[in-house]
Every structure is written in structure tokens, then in C-alpha cells.
């Protein structure tokens, strides 16, 4: 059974930073593209940024500069490095992995950017 299971988030102040985790289990985890998506409340859920196997990477326009994904194939997991957060940067954040026509999902972990 595949798994992919979020940690690090949580209530930041702007301008602060928070690290976010996601371990997978159950595959065989270098053979996934992998990203992270975001989803605010009565918006629709977006990409934030992906890596490929080889370890190309891609961010969306409102996160360039301030988050950082990266992925560590021996531990089965990928991270988003996120700083200078801002209150536009509350959501719920998910894991996703993908190979071919293959998907699977994380549950979600709560980011909150307030003061």
C-alpha cells in the first residue's frame, strides 16, 4: 500500500519559515516525479513546486525565490523549504507523487502565515 505522509506545518508569523516533509512508503519512491500543492480555503488547489526524478525543478511565479524543493531518494522523501512566508501562503499542503498515468496523494498538513 503506498503512502505518502506530510509533516511541518504549522502557525508561522509572516516573514518567518517552516519546512515541510513527506515521506512515502509502499513503491519504490526514485521512480516518482514529486511536488507539493497547495489548496486555500474556496480556492482551487495549485501547484507550488515539482521535482523530477533527475531532480529538475519548477515553482510557481508567486514562490520563486522563497521556497525550495528538494528530494532525498534513500530516505523516500521530499521537502519544501519555505521562507519570507507570507499570509497569502496559508493553506493546506499536499504531497504528490506521479509516474506515467500512476498518482497518489498525502492527507495534508496546515500551514498558517499570521501575526
Known amino acids: 500500500q503506498v503512502q505518502l505522509v506530510e509533516s511541518g506545518g504549522g502557525l508561522v508569523q509572516p516573514g518567518g519559515s517552516l519546512r515541510l516533509s513527506c515521506v512515502t512508503s509502499?513503491?519504490?519512491?526514485?521512480?516518482?516525479?514529486m511536488a507539493w500543492y497547495r489548496q486555500a480555503p474556496g480556492k482551487e488547489r495549485e501547484l507550488v513546486a515539482g521535482?523530477?526524478?533527475?531532480?529538475?525543478?519548477n515553482y510557481a511565479d508567486s514562490v520563486k525565490g522563497r521556497f525550495t524543493i528538494s528530494r532525498d531518494n534513500a530516505k523516500n522523501t521530499v521537502n519544501l523549504q519555505m521562507n519570507s512566508l507570507k499570509p497569502e501562503d496559508t493553506a493546506v499542503y499536499y504531497c504528490?507523487?506521479?509516474?506515467?498515468?500512476?498518482?497518489?496523494w498525502g492527507q495534508g498538513t496546515q500551514v498558517t502565515v499570521s501575526s
Open positions: 504528490n507523487a506521479k509516474y506515467m498515468t500512476v498518482e497518489f
Open positions: 509502499g513503491t519504490i519512491f526514485s521512480i516518482y516525479a
Open positions: 521535482i523530477t526524478r533527475g531532480g529538475s525543478t
